[in-house]
C-alpha cells in the first residue's frame, strides 16, 4: 500500500512490475487470495486488484476510511470503517455486501474469523458475531482497550497492554488471563498450545494455553521489542 494506492515488486530485483492508482491512501496492509488483491483506502473504497496485472477487478465504496487491513475468509471478506464506525461482511467477488455491524468505536483490529463466527474487538469489548449474517452473539468485556485478537481451537485470545484474556469460543465465558511484564508489542504468535509474546521491557513469553497461561519461560534481551 502506498500513499495514492497499491504497488506491486518483483521479489527478486524489487523493480515494480505493476501499480494500481486509487483515491485516498492504502494505509492497511492489503490482503491476498487466490491471486486477488484486496486493499481499502482512507477515502472509503474497497478495491480488488488483478494481482498478475494490476488491473481492477472491483471497487465499491464504504461509509468511511478503512481502518483494519482487510481479512479473507473463503468467499467473504471482513474490513472496518470509521465515521459511522462499522464492521462490513462483503462478498469477495464482487464487493457486494452481505452485512454490516455498527460498532461503539472505530474498528482498528482485524476481525478473527471461523466456520461459523466471527471475533471482534471493539474498544474495551470482545463480540461474537455468527458469521452468515452478523448477528451477535455474545460480548464481553476485557478490561482496557483491546489491540489483538487471535483464535486457537477452541478459544479467542484478546490483549490489552500487558494483559492476555483466553475465552470461550462457543459463549465469550472467561477461562483465564494472564498479565506479563511490560506492555506486549507486535501481537502474539500461536503455534500448537503456546503462545509467544513479547514486550516493550525487553521480555519474551512462551505461555502455556492449557494451563491457564502459566509462563514455560520467559527471557530478557537487551532493549525493549517494538
Known sequence: GTHDGVTAVDTLTGEEVWSYETEGEVRESPAFYDGTVYAG??????VAVDSRNGKEVWSVGLDGAVTTSPMVAGVDLFVGTEREN?????DIADGEENWSYATRVSPVVAPAVMEERVIHVDGALVFGLN?????????THNGGTLSEVVIGETRAYTIDGGTIYAQRLRNGVERWSKTVRGEIVGGAVLQGTTMYVATDSGFMYSLDLNSDGWTEWNKELTGGFI
Do not use: K, P
Open 86 to 90: 462499522i464492521l462490513y461482511c462483503l
Open 41 to 46: 483506502t482512507s477515502e472509503g473504497s474497497m
Open 131 to 139: 458469521r452468515f449474517d452478523g448477528e451477535e452473539e455474545w460480548h
